[in-house]
């Protein structure tokens, strides 16, 4: 649009819905008629998408007390803009290594968040202790299982009293092809803390079994995971610490501060749940429809094993083709290859996680 | 926790003190518990919960003495408190030998409790006797009577050939207190003079010695054998020596089995009662429980269904009577109490008031009924008293303590569904659980049972003369007739019982014996789902022709589902006269006054095969062949089992327990269990198994007209709803009762579906059929909008009527991780103003606790944890009343009472008067140990 600078007051505590503000935005620019994307800077001088309630507010509440709002139209959208550090300054090496590869193919449009359904979150990142991680799995309007399952075990915890076997709560299985691989964000082994933000300490395997089976539409497991070397590393710490083993201080953490869920608002799980179905008349259902059938089938072009494939071949292309490699890279291969999940946390570049969505 | 009904669980120890006419009963897990007249109940628990081995009171006070299988010793008395006497545990003891003995040195095999009081007498394994003051529970080592000392005053030769072995018996000379009867194993019998520390007497027995009885005046004694015999033995004062008057094999002269108790007592017209237990020819009768009452011509060998664990006879007890003239004899048995009228001719059993065996099959189901009309409880009664014609009329002989409880607010109807397709009528109003009535659904059908059960088949000539007695027989024939689900209209006495075959009975009460043909429905609730093939048991046959039925409830309609699967839900309307009833295959509607199948419905899922092939039937068949097999260890085992050597054996067992427990723990972790995290979907099994059906007259359709509904809940998750058009009273016959299906309600989380409500227009619950019309109820307001209450497993949700719109709900799962396990709607009255009531849930979880729920808001208003959460049989017997109690099972055979109410609450409340005791004073120095275990 090039440059048209508008000013306007928002309540930083009831912003409203995204859907009036993309009105409003559109209003006041007097463009009614044009799709466009709307993005913000948050604190760390990234360029983010708003697109939905969620990052609206989240987007609302980070402005100090300025919020910087970017309009561009939807067709000129270069989505590789958008993320960490995008704004400030830009990562050369990851940056040009892609570049080669994704222009020599056509650009695929991979339409943002909102035009499909999320599948899983990473969320609270910022009131977590960086060992666990808390992780928020959509059922709803997913055909897949979600696919995993827990058992009984001994956990060892650091006390006042030095350490502490005590019991605990694990993953044992993952289904495959189940929801729960397919974010590759939960795995074998790691240790269940909470449930929908109930601390599962001191409740049995049924207990557990039963309060999960309740929440399974919208299900917010908090984890430690078994495997620390791919914890979210906060902006703060931008050193690449990501090889080292954080074992040893996993457990210091109380999860009592954390009870809140933060980035998670009932309203929005009651009106998934809500939707109990009532059918009026004498009508002879021979079996409960199909409800929800959404846009399954888009879905599973973003699905995690896919995704980390694509981006393993993308990498190893890069690898062998004798481009800058680096040490960094090379660890970054060598954990995607034990473990396809972790492609989905990797550190800077290619992917990134905003809390409550992945996007590439 | 208020009280305990039924009788207790593993039995292992019988005492009775005829000063205080009380009886006690101790038990396997330490539990012992004290029962006079009706109502005069005491409890205690050892602390250690070992097995009760021996209980002796003290004569002539208000303390009794246990002893445990670790051997310690136990005091408990009968004490004041605030008004009621309370049993509470003094004092423990343990015997200790001199250091490095060995532990069968002090292993105490008989307690004489000496009748001035002052001395407890000890025998142990060593054949040593120990004396222990009392109260203050003190050997007086200088009294010690060692096998030494006795042996010195036996015959050489004798004591060559027999040692003296552990001591079997210890019985007090009963007119001169100072002599004491000493019995050891091996047979030698000798008469200690307590003053000169000496033998005065000694009787050389040859034969194993299992008891002694002293005749009334001291002149003989008898005592009876390993080999089936006994022995009596003339005490005189001119022969230190004796030799037996007579030796008997009562059931000879093939080998016997041993007698291990007798009692001779005297009567007035000469002829003595010889009462023992056992002595039955090993070969042919060696597995029956038998206790024989011989007197003069008469002789009968009670024949008992399990295992005696001991007996007693209650004579007349005075001092200065001169002959015993016993009134009835007491047969604690391992799984119930019977009574025999020995004055009455051929000595009836007496009605117990306490004590009922409730598993004498196996509960299947229970159902509560509160406050019955006054009109249906007598002819209940009525029903009851015609069934128990072969009872004896004798009062209840176990009467000490007095009742001082107060009445029991109002008539309460607990029924007990059996496995044998009888259905059992229980007093619930006051502390005891009384049986007033036994239904029995079986001869609707034909069964391959022997039409001529065995009970009471005795020829003239047979020998021995055994008479079963007892009720106790937990093997049902078929396993198709038990009863699984009940209800009672207490208004119109109509009674509807479902079964494990499908089979839904209606009955009404009839007050005379009656013949007629029931008529017989099928309802195909498959309809016309096509290529399923039922698996399970097949339906029940029917007798064709008219049945005859005794006075009491009778059926007059049998609808069968089919396939024949277990009735999971049912529901009467008395008003409307109809029964509806569900499987996991799916519902009917039966109109029991113009006896036509209105509609069925087919919840089943298409793809659920499991639900179609039943099972459930292969349960129940693996259930009776593990019943087979328990029938043919029971045959094998050998029934009297030495005293001692059980003792032995438990230990031994608890070790072999506690091993294999460890070992099962170590296997667990190795493989540790694992749960699969699914949400619930249409295609999992059994989601069409009906698991609640509701009438209710409300607003279905629009807000201008209500109508009866009837309203189903499914296991998936599913909420049916449908509009029902009865005919009214004048034309009830001779128009169709009319079915539309007006709702399906899925709810989005798929949990079970455990309870349907209907709140009326001031949130109050829907009243029962014709409670309205008995002026008990308000009618319910029809002006403001109704709401429908859904209970499912994991969540409580309200809902507008009668556009179903979601308005409020209170998760219990999602956030605490237990499940709806039981739901009913209580009454809650204050105890301090009559005039204010309120209507909240009852709620028993799968952890066992109980919460109470606000209605209409669905607050949590208060928890108790009430039901060890392992203990699934107990949460799934438990019943709510409507008024705040409830009952669950603690053990096949006891019922627990609970109250939730402030208002309604039954529990003992009893005094034992306490006889002028001598000095005691020194008693209360002593540091009491309080464990008394009473429960709160």
Known sequence: FGAEFRRFSLDRYKPGKFEDFYKLILHIHHIANLEVMIGYADVHGDLLPINNDDNFFKAVSSAHPLLRVFIQRQDEVDYSNFGTNTLSRKKKTLVTLRNDNLRRRPHINISMPHDFRPVSSIIDVDILPETHRRVRLYRHGCEKPLGFYIRDGTSVRVTPHGLEKVPGIFISRMVPGGLAESTGLLAVNDEVLEVNGIEVAGKTLDQVTDMMIANSHNLIITVKPANQRNNIIRSSRMSGSSGQSTDSTASHHSLSTSHVLQNFHPDEMESDEEADIVIEGGLEPQHIPKLHNLTSSSLSRINGSSLSHRLQRDLVLNNNSGRESNGSIHKLLSSLKTDPRHSLVIPRGGIEEDGTVITL | ?936
């Open chain 2, 1 to 936: 926790q208020t009280v305990e009904h039924g009788f207790p669980h593993q039995p292992s120890a019988l005492g009775y003190s005829p000063f205080l006419h009380l009886m006690a009963i101790g038990t396997r897990s330490g539990a012992i518990k004290l029962y006079g007249a009706p109502g005069v109940e005491f409890m205690g628990l050892h602390e250690e919960n070992n097995t009760v081995m021996q209980i002796h009171f003290i004569p002539d006070q208000c303390q009794l003495v246990t002893l445990v299988d670790d051997n310690s010793l136990h005091l408990w008395s009968l004490k004041h408190h605030s008004g009621a006497s309370e049993l509470q545990e003094e004092h423990r003891f343990t015997l200790k030998g001199p250091p490095g003995s060995p532990p069968s040195a002090t292993q105490i095999t008989a307690v004489l409790p000496h009748s001035l009081r002052e001395v407890l007498y000890l025998g142990t394994e060593s054949g040593n006797i120990f004396v222990l003051e009392l109260p203050s529970f003190r050997v007086l080592e200088d009294r010690t009577i060692t096998s030494e000392a006795v042996l010195q005053w036996i015959p050489e030769d004798y004591c060559n050939r027999r040692s003296c072995e552990l001591v079997e018996a210890l019985q007090e000379h009963p007119k001169n207190p100072e002599q004491i009867l000493i019995g050891y194993s091996r047979g030698l019998i000798v008469l200690w003079d307590r003053q000169n520390k000496k033998v005065t007497h000694h009787f050389l027995g040859s034969q194993q010695l299992e008891n002694l009885y002293w005749q009334r005046d001291g002149s003989q004694f008898i005592s009876c054998h390993y080999d089936g015999s006994y022995t009596q033995w003339p005490v005189s004062s001119d022969n230190r020596q004796s030799l037996p008057l007579e030796t008997l094999v009562p059931y000879g002269p093939f080998p016997c089995k041993a007698i291990s108790k007798i009692y001779w007592q005297t009567t007035r017209n000469g002829l003595p009662y010889i009462i023992f237990q056992g002595g039955m020819p090993r070969a042919s009768y060696g597995d029956r429980h038998s206790i024989s009452v011989i007197h003069g011509s008469q002789q009968t060998a009670f024949d008992f269904t399990s295992r005696v664990i001991d007996f007693f006879i209650i004579f007349s007890s005075e001092p200065t009577a001169e002959f015993d003239d016993p009134s009835a004899m007491v047969v604690l048995a391992e799984e119930e109490l019977i009574v025999i009228d020995l004055k009455s001719d051929g000595w009836p059993a007496v009605h117990p008031p306490y004590l009922a065996s409730l598993h004498c099959s196996a509960i299947t189901c229970s159902h509560h009924v509160s406050n019955i009309p006054l009109k249906l409880w007598e002819r209940i009664i009525s029903a009851g008293n015609k069934q128990n014609v072969h009872y004896s009329n004798m009062p209840w002989p176990i009467d000490g303590g007095t009742n001082i409880a107060p009445d029991p607010p109002q008539r309460d109807l607990l029924l007990t569904g059996h496995e044998d397709g009888t259905v059992r009528f229980w007093d619930a109003s006051g502390v005891c659980l009384h049986l007033l009535y036994k239904l029995s659904t079986v001869r609707v059908f034909l069964t391959d049972a022997d039409p001529n059960d065995n009970m009471n088949a005795t020829g003239e000539d047979e020998w021995p003369p055994l008479r079963k007695v007892g009720t106790f027989d937990p093997y049902s024939d078929d396993p198709r007739l038990g009863i699984q689900k009940i209800y009672l209209c207490k208004y119109s006495g109509y009674l509807a019982v479902a079964g494990t075959a499908g089979q839904v009975l209606v009955l009404e009460l009839n007050d005379e014996d009656a013949e007629h043909v029931v008529d017989h429905a099928e309802a195909d609730l498959l309809q016309d789902q096509e290529g399923y093939r039922w698996k399970g048991h097949e339906k029940l046959k029917t007798r064709d022709g008219p049945v005859q039925f005794e006075a009491g409830f009778q059926p007059f309609v049998l609808v069968q589902c089919q396939p024949p699967a277990v009735v999971t839900s049912l529901a009467l309307h008395s008003e409307w006269k109809l029964v509806a009833f569900g499987t996991s295959h799916g519902f009917g509607l039966f109109d029991y006054q113009q006896k036509q199948l209105v509609f069925v419905k087919c919840t089943l899922h298409p793809s659920d095969q499991l639900a179609l092939e039943g099972p459930l039937s292969r349960v129940k068949s693996l259930k009776k062949s593990l019943r087979q097999s328990f029938r043919r260890i029971r045959r094998s085992r050998v029934s009297s089992r030495k005293r001692r050597g059980r003792g032995g054996n438990t230990s031994e067992m608890h070790e072999a327990n506690a091993k294999f427990d460890q070992d099962m723990l170590q296997e667990m972790e190795l493989a540790p269990v694992q749960r699969k995290i699914e949400a619930r979907s249409a295609e999992d099994s059994f989601t069409g198994f009906v698991r609640t059906l509701y009438f209710a007259d409300t607003f279905l359709r629009d807000s201008s007209r209500h109508c009866p509904s009837l309203w189903a809940g499914t296991n998936g998750g599913t909420v049916y709803a449908f509009c029902l058009r009865v005919p009214p009273v004048e034309r009830r016959m001779d128009e169709p009762v009319r079915a539309e299906q007006a709702k399906e309600i899925q709810l989005m989380h798929r949990a079970p579906v455990v309870g349907i409500l209907v709140l009326d227009g001031h949130n109050i619950p829907l009243p029962e059929p014709l409670e309205v019309s008995h002026d008990l109820s308000k009618s319910p307001d029809m002006q403001g909008s109704h709401q429908l209450l859904v209970v499912s497993e994991e969540q409580f949700k309200v809902f507008t009527l009668p556009k179903v719109s979601s308005k409020l709900k209170l998760k219990l799962t999602a956030l605490e991780g237990c499940r709806v396990r039981k739901v009913m709607v209580a009454n809650f009255g204050s105890c301090k103003t009559d005039d204010y009531s309120e209507n909240d849930l009852a709620v028993l979880t799968n952890l066992g606790d109980i919460q109470i729920i606000s209605l209409p808001f669905l607050k949590l208003q208060i928890r108790y944890p009430c039901i060890r959460k392992e203990d699934v049989s107990g949460i799934a017997s438990c019943v709510f009343t409507k008024y705040g109690q409830g009952f669950y099972l603690i053990s096949p055979s006891e019922f627990e009472r609970f109250s939730l109410s402030t208002k309604w609450l039954v529990e003992p409340r009893c005094v034992v008067d306490v006889p002028e005791v001598s000095s005691n004073n020194h008693m209360r120095d002593m540091s009491v140990v309080d464990n008394a275990a009473r429960k709160s």
